[in-house]
């Protein structure tokens, strides 16, 4: 097995999960918690595939990817900010409503493979000569993945350091408070939905049009978008903790793949040498640890703990105590 290439593999899939991942803190830190993030990124997927091969534009495909899922998200935030109905159930509907019109809208999309336009790929000049760390980060990778370079600082300085971002925690934490202070509660929650839109929709179009291109169905995003709901928790709202769980999640993918491969790991007879059944166990082990994550999200001392939103999933109704 190729140690960087595990490592340079993971950083790649997990930029994937880091854009979708950021979107959801976004969602979360104004209270709207949006379980659609899976059929979002699928409509970005199809979205950013089927554009790109009408305009044989992949930035085009980009650009179009996002504003799908953007306007997607919009249901979710229609029905949760205005109507105030349950966000658990209004986002698992979303992603069944998402991933049934990608399915739809994607069909016959498989067949265009060789003839879309990618995002482009390419190594970084001197930074990919540093030993280890440039194979890992700095080489052949997609311009996506290091645009996540710069995303990871530039989202966590917004959320912590500026004045529209302390607006944002303020409308997660205590909606009364920032509407007593003039903060459009109803405006910002529909504003940072749909910025949570936007990045799944990126999430999407970065799989279909850069790290793994085509067009699968509903295999395209392999469940990621769920993977991402459950990083938030693990990241603590956190784009920093975010990137390190993505990129950790994306290695442990690869390397699940490459320890079917040799016959012998370190002298030693490989017991998941092709074998299926371990193979599919295998495969478990990175959604156990997400499982792991949304149980301990789930308790509401780890909640309190681990520093969730305090107005996360709950409806505001201007002038109604509490929060």
């Known amino acids: 097995m190729d140690l960087i290439l ?3 593999s993971g950083i790649a899939t997990g930029t994937v999960l880091l854009y979708a991942t950021v979107g959801e803190i976004f969602s979360e830190r104004s209270g709207i918690l949006n379980l659609g993030v899976e059929g979002m990124m699928l409509i970005g997927a199809m979205a950013a595939y089927r554009a790109a091969a009408a305009t044989n534009s992949a930035w085009m495909g980009l650009l179009v990817a996002m504003l799908a899922a953007g306007l997607v ?10 109507l105030q109905a349950d966000q658990v ?28 336009p990618q995002l482009p790929k390419f190594s ?3 930074l990919s000569q540093i030993p280890w760390l440039g194979g890992i980060f700095f080489y052949n ?14 989202t966590w300085y917004f959320i912590n350091r500026t004045r529209p971002g302390l607006h944002l925690r303020a409308v997660g934490e205590y909606p009364a408070a920032a509407d007593t202070l003039g903060i459009r509660v109803y405006f910002t929650r529909y504003l940072y939905v749909f910025v949570g839109g936007l990045l799944a929709g990126l999430a999407g179009a970065t799989i279909s049009l850069s790290i793994s291109p085509g067009w699968f169905g509903g295999l395209t995003t ?7 709901i459950g990083l938030v928790i693990f990241a603590q709202w956190n784009p920093y903790r975010a ?16 320890l079917q491969g040799p016959a012998l790991i370190f002298g030693l007879s490989n017991p998941f040498h092709y074998n299926i059944h371990y193979g599919f ?20 001392a780890n909640r309190k703990r681990i520093g969730t939103p305090a107005a996360l999933g709950l409806p505001y109704i201007r002038g109604q105590r509490g929060l």
């Open 141 to 154: 990778h997609s311009i996506m993945v290091y645009i996540g370079y710069l995303f990871i600082p530039l």
């Open 73 to 82: 998200s919009q249901i979710h935030a229609f029905i949760t900010i205005t």
């Open 6 to 8: 595990i490592l340079a």
């Open 89 to 116: 159930i209004s986002g698992l509907a979303l992603n069944f409503l998402a991933t049934g019109i990608s399915l739809v809208l994607g069909e016959g999309l498989t067949s265009l493979r060789d003839v879309v």
């Open 281 to 300: 166990f295998l495969k478990m082990i990175p959604y156990i640890f997400t499982v792991v994550f949304l149980v301990i999200g789930s308790s509401q």
């Open 222 to 228: 392999a469940g990621q978008g769920w993977i991402a």
């Open 124 to 126: 970084i000049p001197g």
């Open 243 to 258: 990137a390190f769980g993505g990129f950790t999640f994306g290695a442990l993918r690869r390397l699940v793949l490459d």
